[in-house]
């Protein structure tokens, strides 16, 4: 037998076997690491990391859990961070919302990237974009948190331990537990030997109930009495009433009745609602109206005292009315001729003129004014006789000017006053006034006085004070 050929074939499918078993091994290599290969289209992108620990250079990159890209190199990008560059499939579309996220694996905090894809309708980033980066998730972000808790529950359990000590700092849970166990005896001592009491207590409980529930049940009849419940009547009375006041109400509703008829009729509901609006109105009015009062009092250099009562009400801003009392030892001059005849031995004959002022005990003032902003017009009756005059204001330093004309007699001319309140403190003032500026006769004076002024919010937190 020739086992020359045999020799030879055996070597070549030796040889044959060992590269068909290489080539396997290379074909499943690139199967199992095809994005690590370099083999495939890739599209480089980039982004910061602020920390880029646990990841490195060739690690793979995720989307949605599969390996789509892998990390080329990472650097160090000034203050910022980490510099890493990365590659993506090119069939993986990455848009203006995509985002990258570190994730970790594993209880090891093994690190990876994961891809965010975004709004797949955007257009696609081009080469060299740059990806915003996300803080990282899983075992590392769960074991801070997991950190966090456990410090706030060892705060917790610092702040009961502290409550529980005293102000001298010593441990109060061995006393709360002699509290306690002390409650627990006297709970025991009370209830030793007054079993029967606490039951009897138990059954008069339980009576009173039965008795309750007796009175209330309008169908109970009293086995011992022979009569329905006492609650039954009023019960039937009330559901009576209670009926009574559904037929009033339905007679009301369907416009039986007068009362219903009011309240039916159309015509009467808009009489009622117009004179309630008229009555809206006239109290609107007076609400609005808004008074002022003066009451003064002081002397004259020439007649003695002089005391005054003014009102003035504002029925609106710019229209006002005054009215007042006057008192005082000086008015009108009425003069009258008195011929009188004095005859001496060889003498003259002496003629005699005159002059009576009339000291009535009240003047009256009754005037309508009007206000231009600062300024008050106002004429009617000045002290009983005709007059006109004219205010000036300065709010905020609670002054008030005046002049009055008035009292025109032929003889002595017209009475003109100058007047001035400078307001002292709160309701109190001061006022000065020139008595006869333009007098013919000399009778020139000047009046000073102090008063108060009350408006009608202080008259009304006066009354309210007396009121209590």
């Not at 848009?95 to 570190?102: A, E």
């Not at 975004?118 to 081009?126: I, V, Y």
Request: hydrophobic share 40%; aromatic share 8%.
């Amino acid at each position: 037998m020739n086992f020359d050929g045999v020799k030879f074939l055996n070597p070549l499918k030796v040889g044959l076997l060992t590269l068909a078993a290489l080539a396997s091994v290379v074909i499943m290599s690139l199967k199992i690491t095809t994005n690590k290969s370099g083999f495939g289209e890739y599209v480089t992108y980039k982004t910061v990391l602020k920390d880029a620990s646990g990841i490195f250079e060739k690690s793979s990159i995720k989307v949605a859990g599969i390996n789509a890209g892998r990390i080329k190199s990472i650097e160090l990008h000034g203050s910022e961070g980490a510099l890493l560059t990365f590659e993506m499939l090119e069939g993986i579309k990455l848009t203006n919302n995509s985002r990258l996220k570190i994730k970790s694996v594993g209880f090891l905090g093994d690190k990876y990237l994961d891809i965010i894809l975004g709004d797949q309708n955007s257009e696609k980033l081009p080469a060299e974009s740059m990806i915003p980066a996300e803080g990282g998730e899983g075992f590392e972000e769960l074991s801070k948190d997991a950190g966090e808790v456990l410090k706030e529950i060892k705060e917790i359990a610092k702040t009961i331990k502290e409550s529980l000590r005293d102000e001298q700092g010593k441990n109060m849970v061995k006393e709360i537990i002699a509290n306690i166990h002390d409650i627990t005896g006297s709970l025991k001592r009370l209830t030793n030997g007054n079993e029967d009491k606490i039951n009897q207590i138990i059954d008069e409980v339980k009576s009173i109930t039965q008795q309750l529930a007796f009175e209330t049940d309008r169908n109970q009849t009293d086995s011992l009495m022979g009569d329905l419940s006492k609650i039954g009547p009023i019960l039937d009375k009330a559901d009576t009433a209670v009926n009574d006041l559904k037929i009033i109400m339905a007679d009301l509703k369907d416009g039986k009745g007068t009362i219903g008829k009011l309240l039916r009729d159309d015509a009467v509901v808009d009489q009622v609602s117009q004179t309630l609006s008229s009555v809206n109105r006239l109290v609107n009015r007076i609400n609005n109206i808004e008074a002022d009062i003066g009451l003064s009092t002081g002397a004259n250099t020439r007649n003695g005292t002089d005391t005054r009562f003014d009102l003035d009400i504002y029925p609106a801003p710019e229209r006002f009315f005054r009215l007042g009392v006057v008192t005082n030892e000086f008015g009108r001059v009425n003069e009258s001729e008195t011929d009188t005849y004095t005859r001496t031995d060889n003498g003259p004959t002496v003629y005699t003129n005159k002059r009576k002022i009339n000291k009535d005990a009240f003047k009256f003032n009754f005037q309508i004014g009007r206000r231009i902003q600062r300024f008050g017009l106002r004429a009617g009756l000045i002290e009983s006789t005709g007059g006109v005059g004219m205010d000036y204001f300065f709010p905020d330093w609670g002054v008030r000017t005046g002049l009055e004309l008035f009292d025109y007699q032929k003889e002595a001319g017209p009475n003109l006053r100058f007047m001035t309140e400078v307001k002292l403190w709160n309701v109190m003032f001061a006022r000065i006034a020139g008595e006869d500026l333009v007098s013919k006769s000399g009778n020139q004076s000047a009046t000073f006085s102090l008063g108060l002024r009350f408006s009608d919010q202080d008259l009304a937190a006066l009354i309210g004070i007396f009121a209590r």
